[in-house]
C-alpha cells in the first residue's frame, strides 16, 4: 500500500466514525423525550394543571391578585432552606439547629399552601359548576405528579 492510498484509506475511516456518531446523535434526539423538555402537563404553584402546565384561568386570576404575597412566601421559603443548608454545612453538628430550621420550612411551605388553597377558593367561588368540575377533574394528585 503505498503512503497516500494508507492515508486516504484513514482518512475514510474517520469520516464514516463521525458520519455513525452525527447519525447516532440525530437518531437519539429524534426518538428520545419529545421536545420541551418534559413529558405531558406539568403542576404549577396552585396545584391545579391545565393544559400544558398553565393554571386553569379561573385560579390563574385568582393567583395574579396574590402575586406579591406568593413572591414574598417563595422568598421566605428560600431563606429558610438557605438556614436548612447552613445547618447540615455546620461542624460540629448541631441537631437542635437543624431541627429548628426544618420547622421553620415546614412553616413556611404550610404558610406558601394555603395561600394557593385561599386563592382556589377564591377562584371556585366566581367559577361556574362545569369549571369547577374542570378543575376537580385536574384536582388528582396522581395526575399532577404525572402519574397513572
Known amino acids: 500500500m503505498t503512503p497516500w492510498s494508507k492515508r486516504l484509506a484513514i482518512l475514510l475511516a474517520v469520516s464514516i466514525g463521525v458520519n455513525l456518531l452525527l447519525a447516532g446523535v440525530l437518531l437519539g434526539r429524534g426518538f428520545g423525550r419529545p421536545r420541551g423538555g418534559h413529558a405531558g402537563p406539568?403542576?404549577?404553584?396552585?396545584?391545579?394543571?391545565?393544559?400544558?402546565?398553565?393554571?386553569?384561568?379561573?385560579?390563574?386570576?385568582a393567583v395574579e391578585r396574590r402575586r406579591g404575597e406568593l413572591s414574598a412566601r417563595r422568598g421566605a421559603?428560600?431563606?429558610?432552606?438557605?438556614?436548612?443548608?447552613?445547618?447540615?454545612?455546620?461542624?460540629?453538628?448541631?441537631?437542635a439547629l437543624l431541627e429548628a430550621a426544618l420547622t421553620n420550612v415546614r412553616t413556611e411551605t404550610a404558610e406558601?399552601?394555603?395561600?394557593?388553597?385561599?386563592?382556589?377558593?377564591?377562584?371556585?367561588?366566581?367559577?361556574?359548576?362545569?369549571?369547577?368540575?374542570?378543575?376537580?377533574?385536574?384536582w388528582d394528585s396522581k395526575k399532577r405528579r404525572g402519574k397513572p
Open 77 to 95: 421559603i428560600e431563606a429558610a432552606r438557605a438556614k436548612v443548608r447552613d445547618a447540615l454545612g455546620r461542624d460540629p453538628f448541631d441537631r
Open 42 to 61: 406539568r403542576p404549577d404553584d396552585s396545584g391545579v394543571e391545565w393544559r400544558e402546565g398553565r393554571r386553569h384561568p379561573v385560579v390563574r386570576e
Open 112 to 138: 406558601s399552601q394555603a395561600l394557593l388553597h385561599g386563592a382556589l377558593v377564591e377562584g371556585a367561588a366566581s367559577a361556574t359548576l362545569e369549571q369547577r368540575r374542570e378543575l376537580a377533574r385536574n
